[in-house]
């Protein structure tokens, strides 16, 4: 099915553009990597899947992604979680499963917890986390910073890497750097009161599985399940990858009813 024209809504100095498909609850509510945007292969993947099944589908783009406004280098994990829930909140109704890929999951697991606190934590239905990202900033850049590029944090304020999935680089802030300590959540066991579904690739060049492993120790309370993916990449778009990503999110809705 053919993307939708975005609708778009002001959060903050920004306007971030959104996509919002009707139907039934429990819905889903696709939450994206670091500078991609929300027409990339697994995002439309759901949005037929779930328009197939009569589910509602939400997707956005963060600030300074894709067709939203703003300006990239602006963007912190707090920022891009403040308009995560602003959308979330505005466009959806009943439970929903929250689908984050790499620095998504990041934000899933914070979106979680801040609904939670604000006594709305029945709204999340379930995580499904795809190649997860959670303190990225903390345990996979700032451990690996050569003394350039910490160099380039301090005089100019951030620095910039080569990308495997653009011509353009990636932008690193100390800002973001900064911004993500605030947001760390794999320092101590983290409880979602939901289910959780991990789903990560053998063959990840950014994020290694030693980092899903991780993040699946943390989680004892909370029904959660991993599933490994060999010869799979960060990518995790393969038809295999696909078809294992829309079946997590049919289990999670199944068992929410």
């Not at 345990?139 to 951030?158: F, I, M, T």
């Not at 690193?172 to 990560?200: F, K, S």
Request: with cysteine; glycine share 10%; aromatic share 6%.
């Amino acid at each position: 099915m053919a993307a939708s024209a975005p609708e778009f809504i002001d959060v903050a100095s920004n306007r971030i553009a959104l996509r919002h498909q009707d139907g039934a609850a429990p819905g889903v509510v696709w939450l994206g990597g670091y500078k991609s945007d929300m027409l990339g292969t697994k995002a439309e993947t759901l949005a037929g899947w779930c328009d197939e099944m009569g589910r509602s589908f939400l997707r956005h783009d963060y600030s300074g992604h894709g067709e939203s406004g703003g300006v990239f280098a602006d963007g912190t994990i707090s920022k891009w979680l403040a308009e995560s829930l602003a959308v979330f909140r505005q466009f959806t109704r009943g439970p929903q499963v929250l689908v984050g890929s790499s620095m998504g999951a990041w934000i899933a697991l914070r979106m979680k917890a801040e609904l939670d606190k604000a006594g709305e934590g029945d709204r999340v239905a379930g995580l499904v986390l795809l190649a997860p990202a959670p303190d990225f900033t903390a345990e996979l850049v700032e451990p690996h910073l050569s003394d350039a590029q910490r160099r380039d944090l301090v005089e100019k304020g951030y620095f910039e890497e080569p990308s495997e999935y653009s011509s353009e680089p990636y932008v690193y802030t100390r800002a973001l750097i900064e911004d993500g300590r605030d947001n760390l959540v794999m320092g101590a066991p983290i409880h979602t009161h939901c289910p959780v579904h991990i789903i990560q690739g053998l063959a990840d060049p950014d994020v290694p599985h030693s980092h899903a492993l991780k993040l699946m120790s943390l989680l004892p309370a909370d029904d959660a399940t991993l599933s490994l993916v060999p010869n799979g990449d960060h990518r995790l778009s393969r038809p295999e990858d696909l078809e294992l990503m829309t079946r997590a999110v049919g289990e999670m809705i199944q068992r929410a009813g």
